[in-house]
């Protein structure tokens, strides 16, 4: 059963541009949210992340916003470089801090 | 210095051989994870120690078996080798529940199974 989806497998984007990665979850027990960022062979690394005590967290051009009605959080990145092209991972951890659930990942291309 | 470390980085081997996946962090974290990662590219958790103790053990073959000989170490022993076992398997670490809480990962072994 996945807890953690990203529904769009692929996306491009050209330099200079804003990309937006989306990631829903199913499980209310979520309440810490990351996003990592995974380039081909090497191990996802940390980008950024949120409490759901918030609603948005922001660090140079990466903001993360967090909507926990809908159960949707989506990373921005402004602007698009193209040494941002790599796979995307959002992850959840519950509030029992057990483990961490990651999604499928989204591939992002950033056109020059 | 690497925070975490596992090798090898690629591992072929022939069916039903038995490997090893060695793993070590130097972050002192608490906890360590197993994770495959297989063709759909889906991070899936495996194994989960805490301070050298078994806390997630998610629907697995029992071919495969975690081993912490301290907490600074999570090996991945893998019996009689199936061609399905062919994935990258990613180490990672993490101290739970400490406010910003991150894992931090290992560059991951390919494992190809022939």
């Known amino acids: 059963d996945q807890q953690v989806k990203q529904n769009s497998p692929s996306l491009s984007v050209q330099e200079g541009r804003i990309s937006i990665l989306n990631c829903d979850y199913t499980?209310?027990?979520?309440?810490?949210f990351l996003w990592y960022k995974k380039y081909p062979a090497e191990g996802p690394t940390f980008l950024i992340s949120?409490?759901?005590?918030?609603d948005k967290n922001e660090d140079g051009r990466f903001t993360v916003f967090l909507n926990k009605s809908a159960k949707h959080l989506s990373l921005h990145i402004v602007p698009s470089q193209p040494g941002d092209s790599a796979v995307y991972f959002c992850?959840?951890?519950?509030?029992?801090?057990?483990?961490?659930?990651f999604g499928t990942g989204t591939s992002l291309t950033v056109i020059p | 210095d690497t925070a975490v470390s596992q090798t090898p980085k690629y591992l072929v081997t022939q069916m039903g051989n038995d490997k090893s996946i060695k793993c070590e962090q130097n972050?002192?974290?608490?906890?360590m994870y197993w994770y495959k990662q297989d063709s759909k590219k889906f991070l899936k958790i495996m194994f989960s120690?805490?301070?050298?103790?078994?806390?997630i053990n998610e629907t697995v073959p029992n071919r495969f078996s975690p081993k912490s000989p301290d907490k600074a170490h999570l090996n991945l022993h893998i019996n009689s080798l199936e061609l399905g076992d062919s994935a990258v398997y990613f180490c990672?670490?993490?101290?739970?529940?400490?406010?910003?809480?991150?894992?931090?990962f290992g560059q991951g072994t390919r494992l190809t199974v022939v």
């Open positions: 990672a670490s993490s101290q739970l529940r400490q406010g910003n809480t991150e894992a931090f």
């Open positions: 499980n209310s027990m979520f309440d810490y």
């Open positions: 949120i409490s759901s005590i918030k």
């Open positions: 992850a959840a951890i519950p509030y029992t801090g057990n483990q961490f659930y």
């Open positions: 972050l002192g974290h608490d906890t």
């Open positions: 120690y805490n301070n050298k103790e078994l806390i």
